[in-house]
């Protein structure tokens, strides 16, 4: 790595046509000027004295009520059934993203049946008195808060707890295999967008006392899932437990969707259709001992799924824990940082994206943005905002190392499309053994090295004496952390760990060790 020629300034490439928009724009003039609670009061009344406004006059549709046409992506939706005497608007443009709102961006979820005017039928009888009661926030009050859930891989709920404070989460802290925090509709979306370790974000919905699947039926069938999305929409269930009593997940899977089915076609006339692959909706169930959580996935498809990752090359990580291993290793983003071992160039990716700012959901979809009353405006307004902040060089040297030819054209392809330039990141074709740094400033050293196996005996054991002696004569002042499944792995190397630290990759248990590296000398 020493003997390459003097880089340029890394920097990031942005898209074209990604502008912060300004203040005096049409399309904003035009939304502000046709908006608010006077051009609602007068649709309104327009409406009951049984008077067709003009078509340049008429009034936006409420936010709340989804595009029957072109709503459902990849083609249109399925009509609904009618809904009551709800009085039909001829003419009603069908669009969704861009179309006006009439009521403030941070105002909770209407419910359908009460924007359309509809009798209401039948509401469903509650499952337990500790069922949640979630109404309407009357105009002009602060937003609505929901307890939420972000799951992250096994040992990173600390470092997860710490982003999200980071983040302005204040009241965030360690669960299960995840972290538990509250936000109000628009703190999801940017914990969706900024989050670098969570696996989802999930809004709780529903939590009540069960001790059979019947009562999770009721549970289910209890909550105002309406706010949220309806037979326009398709639907998928996931359920998972600990300790639960209850004898077939499958089938208490069975009862949560058939409670949520039940309650929107008693409400609206129609359930939606199950989707388990390219689900709109999707709602997770938690069963414990003795009581039931019903969460909201706002995600869609996990968030380590950032979108530039198609070459994986062999043992990947995944993006998240690969971000996690940076923040577990303490790495400041402004110091060189090498990965030896680097495969398709996962952790030098991420190092770099942080580095620049870049938030790692900026370029993929979620799905909250498929779900009713979708806060478009707001959502835009919050990507470009997080783009206003994005630097366009790198503070720091990253170079990766990876012996075989394969992985480094795989690494180089990651980082072309998530947004880096050939200069942002250095690869290099070359053995973990001959690796030297960058530069005389001392950084650290973040790799996921071959292991079990991957490597016979004897290969493993001349990889690490020879690869301990480069670390010694090169890296002296470096920090070196390595992930590894191999509990004997700092006695190969000779060397002494200050830290080891439990972690998962996938349902395989590793260790982050964390060494000092000291010139010429194997000692701590």
């Known amino acids: ?146 307890a939420m859930f972000a799951p992250c891989p096994q040992g990173l709920e600390t470092a997860l707890v710490d982003e999200l404070h980071a983040l302005g989460y204040d009241d965030a802290h360690p669960g299960r295999a ?22 989802r974000v999930l809004v709780r919905v529903a939590h009540g006392t069960v001790r059979n699947e019947d009562e999770l039926l009721e549970l289910a069938r209890a909550t105002p899932w309406e706010r949220w999305f309806g037979a326009e929409q398709t639907l998928r269930v996931d359920t998972s437990a600990v300790r639960s009593p209850m004898k077939s997940l499958q089938f208490c899977n069975l009862r949560v969707k058939d409670g949520i089915c039940d309650r929107l076609r008693e ?36 968030l380590f799924k950032r979108g530039w990752r198609l070459d994986k090359g062999e043992a990947p990580l995944r993006e998240n824990l690969a971000a996690g291993l940076l ?3 303490g790495w400041p983003a402004d110091v060189p940082l090498i990965d030896p071992f680097c495969g398709s160039g996962t952790i030098l990716i991420e190092a770099a994206l942080k580095g620049l700012r870049v938030p790692p959901g900026i370029s993929r979809p979620f799905a909250f943005e498929r779900l009713r009353d979708h806060q478009d405006r707001r959502w835009r307004d919050l990507k470009d905002d997080a783009r206003a902040r994005i630097l366009p060089e790198l503070p720091m040297q990253l170079a990766g190392a990876d ?19 050939e200069d942002a990141v250095y690869f290099e074709i070359a053995d973990a053994r001959d690796t030297c740094p960058l530069d005389e400033r001392p950084g650290w050293l973040i790799t996921n090295p071959p292991y079990g196996e991957r490597l016979d005996l004897e290969e493993d054991i001349q990889l690490w004496t020879e690869w301990a002696s480069t670390l010694k004569r090169e890296f002296g002042g470096w920090q070196l952390h390595v992930i590894t499944s191999d509990m004997e792995f700092p006695r190969k190397l000779r060397l002494d760990p200050f830290r080891r630290t439990p972690v998962y990759n996938g349902a395989l248990a590793c260790r982050l060790f964390g060494f000092q590296l000291v010139k010429g000398s194997f000692r701590r």
């Open 178 to 199: 995840g972290a538990h925090f509250t936000a109000d509709w628009a703190g999801m979306m940017r914990a969706n967008l900024e989050s670098r370790l969570a696996t």
């Open 267 to 302: 409400l609206e006339g129609e359930r939606p259709s199950i989707d388990t692959v390219r689900p709109d909706a999707r709602v997770h169930a938690f069963l414990d001992e003795t009581s039931a959580t019903l969460y909201l996935d706002t995600s869609g498809e996990s």
């Open 403 to 421: 012996i075989d030819p394969r992985a480094i054209d795989a690494a180089r392809g990651n980082a072309q499309r998530a947004g880096l330039t």
């Open 1 to 146: 790595m020493s003997d390459t020629p003097e880089r340029k300034k890394p920097t990031l490439s942005l898209p074209t046509g990604t502008r912060t928009r300004q203040p005096g724009d049409p399309q904003d003039t035009d939304r502000r000027s046709r908006s608010g609670p006077r051009a609602h009061r007068v649709a309104r009344a327009t409406l009951e004295s049984g008077k067709q406004p003009a078509a340049a006059d008429t009034p936006p549709q409420p936010s709340g009520t989804p595009a029957r046409e072109g709503g459902r992506p990849g083609g249109k939706a399925r009509p609904s059934a009618p809904r009551g005497d709800s009085p039909r608007r001829e003419g009603r443009p069908a669009t969704a993203p861009d179309r006006p709102r009439t009521r403030p961006d941070d105002a909770p979820p209407t419910r359908s049946h009460e924007r359309r005017g509809a009798p209401r039928g039948p509401r469903p009888a509650a499952a337990a008195q500790d069922a949640p009661r979630l109404e309407r926030r009357p105009r002009g009050t602060q937003a609505e808060t929901f």
């Open 327 to 329: 923040a577990l290793s």
